[in-house]
């Protein structure tokens, strides 16, 4: 039983390492490591329960400042032709295939294309295009693997709907292509509608009146 806790632990924190998010590495680090520590005491392999309890408590300390710092976000209108928007679309081809599978770039639907950027960098790119008078339809919503952590579409669908509003639309939709993209929509408050004959994920948008 304790060599499979020992095996157990080993194996846990070893899929943290492969972890794109640094916060999901962090948190499975944690439990992987708690578990070590946990093993290290109780074999008697002091030196591996204390460096692995070190290990739980920089795990602790990094979550706890990730959670408690506040992020700046914004976004940046791009044109359809613009060259980083291609050389983007280009870099993370394969990572958008994994949620969009058959994603087609046509320059000609992009009614509303921006970058978000989290603390000035580039975490992640919305394209859609006007389907029907004021609803908008997100052709494309791609967080690079660092920052797939809900906060890109938590501003986005929920702290900042108001930008698709002020550009005059009542409602967004999108269409899910895969498990994630589908789990990740509903968390932003996305529910099934029937829209030009078709089965879609839709959220009504905020006005100003």
């Keep these: 039983m304790l ?9 846990i924190i070893a899929v943290s390492m492969l972890m ?4 999901k590495l962090r948190w499975i680090n944690l439990f992987g490591a708690a578990l070590f520590s ?15 309890l070190f290990i739980v408590s920089v795990d602790i300390y990094y979550l706890i400042k990730i959670y408690s710092r506040k992020e700046y976000f914004r ?11 291609l050389a983007f ?28 950027l989290r603390n000035m960098a580039v975490a992640g790119i919305i394209l859609a295009h006007e389907i029907e008078e004021k609803t908008l339809f997100v052709g494309l919503d791609f967080a690079v693997p660092q920052y797939r952590d809900f906060k890109l579409g938590n501003y986005i669908y929920v702290r900042s709907d108001n930008y ?11 269409k899910s292509r895969s498990k994630k993209f589908t789990k990740y929509i509903k968390r932003m408050g996305f529910k099934e509608e029937n829209i030009k004959s078709e089965v879609l994920f839709a959220k009504k948008l905020k006005t100003n009146n």
Excluded at 3 to 11: L, M, N, Q, T, V
Excluded at 75 to 85: A, C, E, G, H, P
Excluded at 164 to 174: D, V
């Design 20 to 23: 794109n998010s640094i916060i």
């Design 164 to 174: 698709f509003s002020q550009l005059g639309y009542e409602k967004i939709c999108t």
């Design 38 to 52: 946990t093993y290290g005491f109780i074999i008697g392999a002091l030196p591996v329960g204390f460096l692995n």
């Design 3 to 11: 060599e499979i806790i020992g095996y157990a632990a080993s194996i």
């Design 75 to 85: 976004t940046i209108d791009v044109r359809s032709n613009n060259k980083y928007l």
């Design 89 to 116: 679309l280009k870099y993370y081809r394969s990572e958008i295939n994994k949620f969009f599978p058959g994603f087609e770039y046509k320059p000609e639907l992009n009614t509303v294309s921006f970058f978000v």
